[in-house]
């Protein structure tokens, strides 16, 4: 995969393009962690004009979002996230530490928010939408959590997908249970030291966004040929195809990737995309990249 563009995004000359919401046929979502809110409020409110949607391709947090999507339970997973964020008033807890257990709250609130949205009618619900869901996962081919540290440690230090990890693809309907498919969720998103790698019989998986940030890899072509990228940043970070269509947030999302700690946040990012998918719905206009 290419190195990101080295010039300023906002510094790109964009241009824009009327459309027809039915006209696209997938949904390439792009990960972010807190800021994925915003998807999810963009897809409550413009999701019903997305008629044509055959399948959708999402990555990290973004998974959690096209879940509740295709079962449509926005709100209901929002209030779910919100509740136990308003319980937890810290990203570290020191207390924890000095027990000898996991500090950082994340996993916990994010498997428990999980658990609690995908019951077993709504994962019924899910494995009968018409639209197929595509999770981004990345497979390290290694059992070493070291290795697997260290991949992950590249993404974020260097700004591009590192050496070795494969993309892998988890079809979401081909899952048995709830409990599998929020497995799979958290398999995309897992970060250390946020989370905790998942461990298979050869390999260990970690973020799908470390190798598919924005992952219009995992798109089956046979059945998305007209695709809509929803990012989670004003511009676009990593590339995508020429003349790729794009709904972005008008301005950087005030919420950082892993705060756990404040629902003011998390509901303000929800209803930015709320508003732009309102906007969508009054004008539907989109970004073309270059």
């Not at 459309?19 to 897809?43: I, K, N, S």
């Not at 290694?142 to 993309?167: E, H």
């Not at 008008?250 to 998918?277: F, I, K, M, P």
Request: aromatic share 8%; charged share 20%.
């Amino acid at each position: 995969m290419p190195r990101p563009r080295s010039e300023p995004a906002w510094q790109v000359a964009r241009s824009s393009l009327r459309v027809q919401p039915d006209h696209y046929d997938a949904l390439v979502l792009q990960g972010g962690g807190c800021r994925c809110f915003f998807t999810l409020g963009f897809l409550e409110t413009a999701g019903s004009a997305l008629s044509g949607l055959r399948q959708i391709a999402a990555v990290s947090a973004a998974t959690a979002m096209a879940c509740a999507h295709l079962i449509d339970s926005h709100r209901h997973a929002l209030g779910i996230f919100a509740r136990l964020v308003r319980q937890n008033r810290r990203n570290f807890h020191v207390e924890k530490l000095l027990r000898g257990e996991n500090p950082m709250p994340h996993y916990g609130l994010y498997r428990q928010a999980l658990l609690e949205a995908f019951s077993d009618e709504a994962f019924a619900r899910l494995r009968a939408a018409p639209t197929r869901l595509r999770v981004v996962v990345s497979r390290v081919p290694s059992r070493s959590l070291a290795v697997a540290v260290g991949l992950g440690a590249w993404f974020v230090w260097r700004k591009q997908p590192p050496p070795l990890l494969q993309v892998n693809v988890i079809e979401a309907h081909e899952l048995t249970s709830a409990h599998e498919l929020a497995d799979a969720v958290l398999a995309s998103s897992a970060f250390p030291p946020f989370t905790p790698v998942p461990r298979r019989a050869d390999h260990l998986l970690i973020d799908g966004g470390a190798v598919a940030p924005v992952p219009h890899q995992a798109l089956d072509p046979e059945q998305a040929q007209r695709p809509l990228f929803i990012l989670t940043r004003p511009e676009p970070v990593w590339p995508m195809p020429a003349g790729s269509h794009y709904i972005a947030p008008e301005t950087e999302l005030d919420v950082a990737t892993w705060d756990y700690s404040s629902e003011s946040a998390l509901r303000r990012v929800y209803e930015a995309g709320l508003r732009q998918g309102e906007h969508f719905i009054r004008a539907p206009r989109v970004w073309l990249y270059p």
